[in-house]
C-alpha cells in the first residue's frame, strides 16, 4: 500500500501512518497467482488448437477437425483472458470515490463516488466458494464482489440498498480510510 503523492526523495510513511487524512489517495491491491497456471491451460488449449490446424492426419473428414481447432481456440481463448482479467484487482480511493480495476488492462472497472457510499465494513474472510467462483460477481441475497483470492476485504454498503465487496490486501486501513473520508466529506453520512 501506497500514499499518493510522493516524490523518490521523502521517505515513504511507516504503517502507523499509512493511512493519514492528508493522503489524497490510498492504493491497494490483492492479487491471486493460482490463476496464471489457469492461463496457462488456455494457452495450451490455443496451442493445441494450432496444432491441429497446422499438422493434422485425420481421416474424418474436414468438419470435425474445423470443429475441433475451433473448440480448442475458442475454449482457450475464454480461459486465457478470462483468468488473466482476474489475476488481480488494484483499489484507489481518492477524496471523491472509489475506483476498482481488474487484471492488466483495468477491465471490469468499476468507479463508486463516496457519496453514494452509506458505510464500509470490514471482512476477515472472503472466499470464492461464498461467491460462486473468482471474478466480478453478483448474487441477489449477497450483492456484487470483485474477488480474486481467499482472504480479507472490504464490503461497501451503498445508499440505495446494495452492497459492494473487494478482495484487497489491508482491508481494515481501507476500510478505517473510507469511514474518515465519509465522516469528514459527507455531512449526516453514516459510517
Known amino acids: 500500500m501506497r500514499d499518493h503523492p510522493h516524490d ?15 493522503a489524497d489517495v490510498w492504493t491497494g491491491r490483492a492479487t491471486n497467482r493460482f490463476q496464471w497456471l489457469l492461463a496457462l491451460v488456455g494457452a495450451a488449449c490455443m496451442g493445441l488448437g494450432v496444432e491441429l ?28 483472458f478470462g483468468t488473466l482479467a482476474f489475476v488481480h484487482v488494484d483499489l484507489k480511493l481518492d477524496r471523491d470515490s472509489l475506483e476498482v480495476r481488474c487484471g492488466h488492462i ?7 463516488p463516496l457519496a453514494h457510499v452509506a458505510g464500509a465494513d470490514f471482512e476477515p474472510l472472503v472466499t470464492p466458494r461464498h461467491w460462486g467462483g473468482w471474478g466480478y460477481r ?11 483470492r481467499r482472504g480479507e476485504g472490504v464490503v461497501l454498503r451503498l445508499w440505495d440498498g446494495h452492497t459492494f465487496t473487494i478482495t484487497v490486501d489491508d482491508a481494515e486501513s481501507a476500510v478505517r480510510v473510507i469511514r474518515d473520508r465519509l465522516r469528514t466529506g459527507a455531512p449526516g453520512a453514516a459510517r
Open 8 to 22: 523518490e526523495s521523502t521517505p515513504l510513511p511507516d504503517a502507523a501512518h499509512r493511512d493519514v487524512p492528508h
Open 106 to 112: 483495468g477491465l471490469p472497472r468499476r468507479r463508486i
Open 53 to 80: 490446424a497446422v499438422d493434422s492426419a485425420w481421416t474424418s473428414g474436414v468438419a470435425p477437425l474445423v470443429m475441433s481447432v475451433v473448440g480448442c481456440i475458442a475454449a482457450g481463448l475464454l480461459v486465457l
Open 138 to 148: 453478483w448474487r441477489p441475497e449477497k450483492g456484487t464482489a470483485v474477488v480474486v
